[in-house]
Structure formats: C-alpha cells, structure tokens
C-alpha cells in the first residue's frame, strides 16, 4: 500500500513549488489506490505560526488536494520523538555529548586553519556502540547536553531516488549530528524520519532543495534497523529568468492566483505540467490527472513557470467546464470584483451570457467584468465612449430602433438580430453604425459581448429603459 505525505513548515503562505508538491504526493496516492498523509512540521517555534498553517490549508481546500490522514503537528508529537530517541541510546547508536558551543568553536577553527572539513571531532563518541543512558536533555541540566547520532565511519548512504537516480554520499561526510537538543527538542531531520517511520510512509516526495538531507536520514533509518522509504526529489521551479521562483516573479501564494480568476482544475492542471508530462497533452482534467501521474515523467531538469501558458491553460478549462459549474465558479467570483451575485430569477439569463463569454475568456476577472452591464442596476458610462458613440444621429436611430424591439413579440438573440439587420439594410447603413450606439447605451462601453446576446440577457424592458434613457 502507497502511502505519502506533504510534510510543509508553516512559516509562510503556500507557494507555488509547495502546492505542486502536495499536488505530486496527492496524485501519486491517487494514481496508486494509496494514502495522502499531511503533517505540519511546526517544531520551529519561532518561525511556525497558526496564520500561516491556516493559509496552507486554505490553498490546499482551493485546489481541492485532499488527503485521507491528518492534520498531523510535529509540536503535539514530542514524546514521540523522544521515545525514538531514547531507543537509539539503547541501541548504542546514539550518545550524549556535554561539549560546549566555546569548544565546538574552537574545534571547528583548528580543523579549518589545518583546511579540514569542520566536524564534530567525536570527543564524547563511546569506542564501540554499547547501550548508552537513555536520560534526554531536559533544559534544565546541571551540565547541558545534547544527543548525537553515531555515523558508521566508513561506507556510503546510497539511495536511487526516482527521478534523479542513484546518489551516493560517503559516512564520512556526515557529521555525528545532533537528534535532541540541550533543550530537550529534537531535530528537524529526527523528527522527519520518525514520522515518516510512525506514518508507514512508502515514497518521500519533495523538493529538490531537501535532497541534501536524505543521506543524514538514511542514517537515522539504518540505525532503527528499519526499511528505507523510496525517494523522489521534484526539480524546483524557475521564473522566466531562470533564477529559482520568489516573490519577484510576481503573485507566489496560490490564493493570489484564485483573486487573479484562475479555476483550480486548471490551476492543477498547471501546476502538474511542471515537471510531469504525459506524451504532448497539455490540459487535463482531474479524473485524467488522478490516472495518469506517474514519477517516471517526472523530469530531471528544473520547470520554468509561464504565465502566458497558465493564462491559456485556464482558457482552454473555462471553455470545457460543464456551463453550471462554470456559472457556480463565476457567481462565487463576482464579489471579489465587486459585483453582487445574480438572483433566482436572473440565472436562465446570466448563463446564457456566460456561454457567450466562456469562447473569449481567459479568467473569471475577464467574465466578471464583462458581466458587470447585466448585473449593475445603473449603466456607468464612460465619457470618451458617449462622446465617440452617441452622436445625435446615432440618438435618433436609436429612437427608432427603440420602436422596433418594442414591437417584438419574442425576445431571443435571433429575432432581435433579424430586426436590427433589416433595419440596418432599410437605411443603407452598416450593422457598427447601430451596434456601437446600442452597446454605449446598453452596457456604458464601447466594449462588450455580443450586443444581440446584451440585448436578450437584459430583456426587453431592460433593454428599452437603456436605449429610451440615450435617445432623444
Ligand atoms: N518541512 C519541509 C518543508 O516544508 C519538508 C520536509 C520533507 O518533505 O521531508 O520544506
């Protein structure tokens, strides 16, 4: 049984290479009929805060990454920790150390002047592995200490992770590290293994800038004589000038992205395409996503995030959502642009504009403006398009053009275009010659949706309230 987890440290909001490795270890899960764990790794007190675990979890119930176990917080879980930690002293492979930060400096100072790797030189290290006291640090300590790892001195930590391949480290460059401090906390590489021991994890899916890590937690795992997770290190992700992706490259939080009007299904989508591929399919909805994610189309190279690529991507999703979740997506949206929601009674035509709208929107900010004629109650007119639009020849056309829709019986986009083009064709004039005045007097803007789709969204009475009040 598959069982991963997304292991985030709250200290900020959920970026971009964080969501897509919750998205990873969420759709490998998926893709194996396995289980998706989430724990906090909140042990860094002073940088974890209960802000950022909220925006985490918000960016993850946005793009809807769910997981089956969980939350867990590494801060409830310290006797835990500290009975692992207690087995390894008996075990041999762990000992206390009462050295001082003076002396480590010194050490560390010698061993640089004599161009050594600086190392902890093992003073305090038992000649062979024998049981140890299993007493832990408790910060109060009349003679502080801290708990060591006892790295085998010769060997190597070998992993094959699944996307970079085999990685091989010499014992020797490891340090005997510190597992508990002289304050009694353990380690961030302790209480990673010991969780990913406790939670059965089968596969450690995560940054690229974690890899360094592994062959430090290779040694924890031999020396609980248990069996070593799989490893898959995801290459980061770059912004468009190749530098590693931060702030600088514009919105990073992924709520940012839901302000911005992207649909999290395509914002998965996305998100899974940095890095993974499957042959030259871009766009993909969940259920395919959740089939076919696989670690081996993983690439090995760093992914380059590509604003113009999300924005089509996002296109391509709100054309080929099913119209009411789309029209769900887009009334939940309004609000964020100030608009209200449609009523009842408003949501027969309100879908029907968003069908139209759906062909040429690129996000739901683009549908939303173009909705705002249908939903506000007065027109906001804009002043160069009046000036430009309702000349007052155009006004007397639409006099007359007011007559005409008012004798319609019916009140469909067909009907109406019939009549405006027989008026049009009456007058010798061409179909811009009454759209442009229709839309200034219809929508306040010489831009909108097709002015026949206006016209029959708004309805009649609407619609002839709009012209009646710009005509002469
Ligand atoms: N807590 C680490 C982070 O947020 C992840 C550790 C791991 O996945 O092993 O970067």
Redesign the pocket.
């Known amino acids: 049984m598959v069982r991963v ?1 997304f ?3 709250p200290t900020g909001y959920l970026h971009l290479g ?1 969501a897509r ?1 919750a998205l990873f270890n969420y759709l490998f899960a998926k893709s194996h009929g396995g289980k998706h764990i989430l724990r906090i ?1 909140d042990t860094d007190r002073e940088r974890s805060t209960p802000e950022a675990v909220e925006a985490i979890m918000q960016g993850m119930a946005w793009l809807n990454i769910k997981y089956d176990e969980g939350p867990f917080f590494q801060s409830e879980r310290n006797s835990i920790y500290q009975d692992y930690a207690r087995k390894l002293l008996e075990l041999g492979v762990a000992y206390r150390c009462t050295c001082t930060a003076q002396r480590l400096d010194q050490v560390r100072q010698e061993q640089t002047a004599r161009s050594e790797k600086p190392q902890y030189d093992k003073l305090h290290r038992p000649k062979d592995p024998t049981p140890q006291p299993t007493e832990l640090p408790s910060g109060q300590d009349a003679e502080p200490f801290v708990i060591r790892l006892r790295v085998p001195d010769v060997g190597e930590a070998v992993f094959n992770d699944l996307i970079i391949g085999e990685i091989r480290t010499a014992y020797k460059e490891i340090d005997d590290f510190i597992i508990i401090r002289s304050d009694g906390s353990p380690t961030y590489n302790f209480t ?1 293994v010991v969780d990913d021991i406790e939670m059965q994890i089968t596969h ?1 899916i ?2 690229m ?2 890899i360094s ?1 592994t062959p430090k937690q290779m040694v924890i795992y031999q020396a609980f004589g248990v069996k070593i997770p799989d490893f898959a290190h995801v290459p980061m992700i770059l912004g468009p000038d190749k530098q590693k992706l931060s702030k600088r490259h514009g919105a990073t939080s992924v709520i940012e992205y839901k302000k911005d009007g992207y649909l999290a299904d395509a914002f998965v989508n996305y998100l899974a395409r940095l890095g993974w591929s499957h042959g030259d399919q871009e766009v993909f909805t969940r259920a395919e996503l959740e089939k076919y994610f696989s670690l081996d189309h993983v690439g090995k190279s760093p992914a380059v995030f590509d604003q113009v690529k999300l924005l089509w991507v996002n296109s391509e999703h709100i054309k080929k959502l099913e119209l009411s979740q789309l029209v769900s997506e887009l009334v939940d949206f309004l609000p964020e642009r100030g608009l209200r929601k449609p009523n009842q009674a408003e949501l027969p035509a309100f879908s029907a504009l968003v069908a139209t709208l759906r062909e040429r929107a690129k996000s739901l900010i683009e549908m939303a403006d173009q909705c705002k004629f249908f939903l506000e109650d007065q027109v906001i007119y804009d002043e160069q398009a009046v000036k430009k639009h309702l000349t007052p020849e155009a006004k007397s056309l639409l006099q007359e053009i007011q007559v005409i829709l008012t004798n319609l019986k019916d009140f469909d986009d067909k009907t109406i275009e019939t009549a405006c083009k027989a008026l049009v064709e009456q007058k010798g004039l061409k179909l811009v010659q009454i759209a442009q005045p229709l839309r200034v007097a219809l929508t306040g803007t010489a831009v909108s949706p097709p002015i026949f789709t206006v016209m029959s969204v708004l309805e009649k009475e609407r619609t002839i309230s709009r012209i009646k009040s710009c005509a002469i």
Do not use: L
Request: charged fraction near 30%; proline fraction near 7%; glycine fraction near 14%.
């Open positions: 987890r292991a985030p440290s964080g490795t790794e990673v450690v995560r940054g800038d974690h890590n």
